[in-house]
């Protein structure tokens, strides 16, 4: 079984998926506007080049996200995206890329479980937890 994350936006989603394909080093696998789908007379004109479902890889993970339509968006509440990675500076620049524009909840620090842990929503209203793996950073 594996578990992978599908994030809502409210019609930044490409400009979100190319900003996370840069700082997680992803590649992105598949895009297809609501104008691409076999629904595309479904929705007004100024919809069809939002996105209906794209996807990006991540190591052997994948992420994947819309743009919600109108009517179904509500702000991400009640869940965290995690992102782990294997040292301090990493979850620093990690961290750092997402923070900018975003809102610190929790700001990156050493804790008694992790040499680097912190909190935040990016600006693209995604929130997420970077943490650094205890066992590899040592």
């Known amino acids: 079984?594996?578990?992978?994350?599908?994030?809502?936006?409210?019609?930044?989603?490409?400009?979100?998926?190319?900003?996370?394909?840069?700082?997680?080093?992803?590649?992105?696998?598949?895009?297809?506007t609501y104008g691409e789908s076999p629904m595309a007379a479904q929705f007004e004109p100024e919809w069809r080049n939002k996105i209906m479902h794209m996807s990006m890889r991540v190591g052997n993970r994948i992420v994947m996200g819309a743009d919600g339509p109108p009517q179904h968006q509500e702000k991400p509440q009640g869940f965290?995206?995690?992102?782990?990675?294997?040292?301090?500076?990493?979850a620093d620049r990690v961290f750092n890329a997402l923070a900018e524009g975003g809102q610190v909840t929790m700001p990156i620090a050493e804790t008694f479980w992790s040499p680097r842990f912190g909190m935040l929503t990016d600006r693209f209203g995604i929130p997420w937890m970077v943490n650094t793996n205890a066992a590899t950073a040592a």
């Open 1 to 32: 079984m594996q578990i992978d994350p599908h994030l809502g936006f409210r019609g930044n989603c490409e400009e979100a998926f190319t900003f996370y394909e840069k700082t997680f080093g992803g590649k992105i696998e598949f895009k297809m």
């Open 80 to 90: 965290c995206v995690c992102v782990a990675v294997d040292n301090a500076a990493e």
